[in-house]
């Protein structure tokens, strides 16, 4: 009887599961997305192109060798904001301004051989802001959200805290100092923002940018704002050069100063302390405010041994709206004239800063366009400098909710809409989008915004902001690692997933800066290309020239 009902079982189990089979409906498949396949290049349709390819790629890696000769210079870009997401989403966009199609483009820092994964997060938060980064990626300390320069025993906004001298932790840029290299910083927000100001700040706040935004009673107790510090203490003083924007952060808010209006309320012009400063160290330098004056400098056979350039009151423009401000290339190529001229070595800091800020406002063209221009940026640092003894590393302080989604076609516009299929509403949607941001995709109707009806989207307006998820008046960060790119003497520590305050660390170390020294630290120094030319050629008639002067000295 058992194997009489166990078959009958099996039958009408077969019958359930084979008419639930027939009448469940198929899940749609995504990939069904038919992609427009006009744009693919013939020859990327064989296997063999790939391979070839490949084998180019492995050839040059198999040619790598391990640099470990001393880093005489180190600079440490950091694109605020650049997220991975931005990063494909620019080359993407790169290489359909040059009428590629864009995917197999490649920017600057991604030729580096040598690359890694940072973690971002504060002490106290998950997803960072660019003052604890600042602090991680500068000091090489994790710090609270908002507070520059001091490690985790802060309150934010504390000032006894910032007082605290055992709080304090000192920048790659005072390493720098310390060890008798040149330093410089070099960005397009006001220099007195929070990632340049983990080079040279110690606050609690990092709104504190003027005195304006310093307590009553924190200003009573001797807490200085960020352009005070800049300006009047160490390491900022000591800074070669500083190139950037923020000019009202240093001026007094008081009429005279033409356009220049500032914010303190001090009646400091911190300018003029800076002119003052070095007028007793008595150095040569200069204060510029505009492009031609700072290509004027840059011209010049004379160039000051400090320069202090503040090209916008504000931030620096967006570089497709900027009118006489210089690029960020062209304030490293300057920088980089300046700072070279120190046997010894210098470490610079440059930033991309406004990657960040058109994110903010969901501005993804401008987000674009400013990661190109951060990437011309470190293709001038290259081509200025010698992988043997620079070190570049390329980075980013935190990501952003920027995606980059849907099943577009190769080639598809970056910033357009994805061509393939609408959206499960029956609109258009772009390939690019925020998690959260200004601009709310659901319209007060209750329905998705149509991008292609809205004069902003289709003319391809700068300040056109791309939809989001959840409003807000500003996007937010993203918590997601960033990429770390690396180049020149030590390269190859920058690989793995660590977290980003070992930057500096793997810097210095590189560099020579710290106790911990490798085999090649003592390396004699360079000279320069003058001192060294005229050694080469007269080195005994030198020596004799100096020994008839001291004996006539000696006489006399
Ligand atoms: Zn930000």
């Given at each position: 009887m058992w194997p009489t009902v166990l078959i009958?079982?099996?039958i009408v189990t077969h019958v359930i599961c084979h008419e639930d089979a027939a009448t469940t409906p198929k899940p749609k498949k995504v990939l069904e997305t038919v992609m427009n396949p006009a744009y693919i290049p013939a020859e990327e349709k064989h296997g063999s192109y790939w391979k070839k390819s490949a084998a180019s790629t492995l050839k040059s890696?198999?040619?790598e060798k391990t640099n470990k000769n001393k880093a005489r210079n180190g600079i440490l870009f950091i694109g605020d904001g650049m997220s991975l997401a931005t990063v494909m989403a620019a080359r993407t966009y790169a290489g359909q301004l040059d009428r590629g199609l864009g995917e197999e483009n490649i920017l600057e820092f991604e030729k580096f051989p040598v690359t890694g994964l940072a973690r971002t997060y504060c002490l106290d938060a998950q997803v960072p802001d660019s003052a604890c980064t600042a602090t991680s990626y500068l000091t090489g300390v994790k710090t609270k959200y908002g507070v520059i320069g001091l490690d985790g025993n802060v309150t934010r906004g504390s000032c006894h805290s910032q007082l605290h001298k055992g709080n304090?932790?000192?920048?790659?840029?005072?390493?720098?100092?310390e060890n008798g290299l040149d330093v410089g910083l070099v960005t397009t927000t006001r220099v007195t923002h929070a990632s340049p100001a983990g080079m040279y700040a110690h606050v609690s706040e990092r709104n504190w940018e003027s005195d304006v935004d310093v307590p009553a009673e924190c200003l009573t107790l001797g807490c200085r704002d960020i352009a005070y510090q800049l300006v009047m203490d160490n390491p900022g003083r000591q800074?070669?050069?500083?190139?950037?924007?923020?000019?009202?952060?240093?001026?007094?808010?008081?009429?005279?100063?033409g356009n220049n209006t500032g914010k303190?309320?001090?009646g400091v012009d911190l300018t003029e302390l800076w002119h003052v400063d070095k007028l007793q160290k008595n150095v040569s330098h200069q204060y510029v405010t505009d492009r031609l004056e700072l290509l004027k400098v840059y011209n010049s056979d004379d160039l000051p041994e400090y320069l202090l350039g503040l090209f916008n009151t504000d931030h620096m423009a967006y570089h497709?709206?900027?009118?006489?401000?210089?690029?960020?290339?062209?304030m490293v190529e300057v920088a980089i004239k300046m700072l070279s001229r120190n046997p010894k070595g210098y470490f610079l800091f440059v930033?991309?800063?406004?990657?960040?800020?058109a994110h903010h406002d969901s501005l993804a063209y401008l987000a674009l366009d400013e990661t190109v221009e951060y990437a011309k940026a470190v293709r001038k640092a290259r081509s200025l400098t010698d992988e043997s003894e620079t070190l570049i590393v390329v980075s980013s302080d935190h990501a952003h909710t920027m995606t980059v989604a849907g099943y577009p076609s190769r080639?598809?516009?970056i910033l357009g809409v994805v061509d393939t299929t609408n959206g499960g509403d029956g609109r258009p949607y772009t390939t690019i989008s925020y998690a959260n941001g200004k601009a709310a995709s659901i319209d007060t109707d209750g329905l998705r915004v149509d991008v292609t009806k809205e004069k902003g989207f289709t003319e391809r307006s700068l300040d056109y902001a791309y939809p989001s998820l959840v409003p807000l008046d500003s996007e937010t960060h993203g918590g997601e690692d960033v990429a770390v790119f690396a180049l020149g003497p030590w390269q190859h520590l920058f690989t793995a997933s660590y977290d980003q305050s070992v930057v500096p660390h793997l810097m210095a170390y590189a560099m020579c800066l710290t106790d911990d020294q490798h085999q090649n630290c003592h390396q004699p120094e360079r000279l320069t290309e003058a001192a060294s030319s005229a050694v080469s050629v007269y080195p005994y008639q030198l020596l004799l020239a100096q020994a008839v002067i001291s004996i006539i000295s000696c006489l006399l």
């Open positions: 009958a079982l099996q890696k198999l040619k304090w932790a000192p920048s790659i840029g005072q390493w720098a100092i800074f070669k050069v500083i190139l950037g924007g923020g000019r009202r952060e240093f001026l007094p808010n008081v009429t005279g100063f303190r309320v001090d497709l709206k900027a009118e006489d401000e210089p690029t960020l290339e062209e930033e991309g800063g406004r990657i960040d800020h080639g598809n516009d």
